[in-house]
């Protein structure tokens, strides 16, 4: 599975959008770029995830570059709940997606 | 559906007492896996399993014995503590086969070895 890098803390101000950026140069072409966060000590929650199209759900938006080297999940309008450390993972998906390879992520922390 | 469900939430062992995690799930879901997070760390993929009677290693094995005899049930067990493996431990599950890379994770359970 491809690595990948995400800068270790990033802050935003509640009711702004968050931008979280993640570089996985040496992703494959079938593999997928997930994105999962864990709010305090509690286990991680799946947000979204995508292959090359931009996605969209009511938690978050996923933007990923036409090169596919990176990406960009977007929180349109950050509240205090969303401080969490938020995870990028790239695989190959489908079948058993599983064995997910878990980094140190990005801590976000949303502020008044 | 309860989801994921881990016990207990917290233990203390001794060093050298055994013993097993437990983790159920109600969705019917193929894949189940355990992971450990330690201090400042991400997630680290023990042991993992696909169906009923199969199970594999995952990036941190050692110390660890898994069974999946059903379903509904993975259990971890520590044969024999050690100090090393004080960690916060998760069980996650998916739909295996027919999943879309969604990992649904317990509660998680604190295991402190003195």
């Known amino acids: 599975d491809a690595k990948t890098t995400q800068p270790p803390s990033m802050d935003c101000a509640e009711g702004r959008a968050a931008n979280l950026p993640c570089n996985h140069s040496t992703i494959s072409g079938n593999e997928y770029v997930y994105w999962y966060r864990q709010i305090h000590s509690q286990g991680p929650q799946y947000i979204i995830h995508?292959?090359?199209n931009n996605e969209t759900n009511e938690m978050a938006s996923l933007i990923i570059t036409e090169d596919r080297k990176s990406s960009t999940l977007i929180l349109p309008h950050a509240t205090l709940r969303d401080t969490a450390v938020y995870y990028c993972i790239v695989r190959v998906g489908g079948g058993t997606a599983s064995k997910l390879t878990f980094g140190t992520g990005t801590r976000l922390q949303v502020t008044l | 559906n309860a989801g994921v469900t881990q016990t207990p939430k917290f233990q203390v062992l001794k060093t050298g007492q055994s013993m097993t995690l437990q983790c159920a799930q109600d969705m019917n879901h193929e894949y189940m896996s355990w992971y450990r997070q330690d201090p400042g760390m991400g997630l680290r993929l023990i042991h993992y399993?696909?169906?009923?009677?199969?199970?594999d290693q995952g990036e941190v094995p050692n110390g660890y014995n898994v069974s999946r005899s059903t379903t509904e049930d993975f259990p971890l067990r520590l044969l024999s503590a050690a100090p090393s493996q004080t960690s916060v431990y998760f069980c996650?599950?998916?739909?295996?086969?027919?999943?879309?890379?969604?990992?649904?994770f317990g509660e998680g359970s604190r295991l402190t070895v003195l």
């Open positions: 995508g292959l090359k």
């Open positions: 996650a599950s998916s739909a295996g086969t027919r999943d879309t890379g969604e990992l649904f």
């Open positions: 399993s696909v169906g009923a009677g199969i199970t």
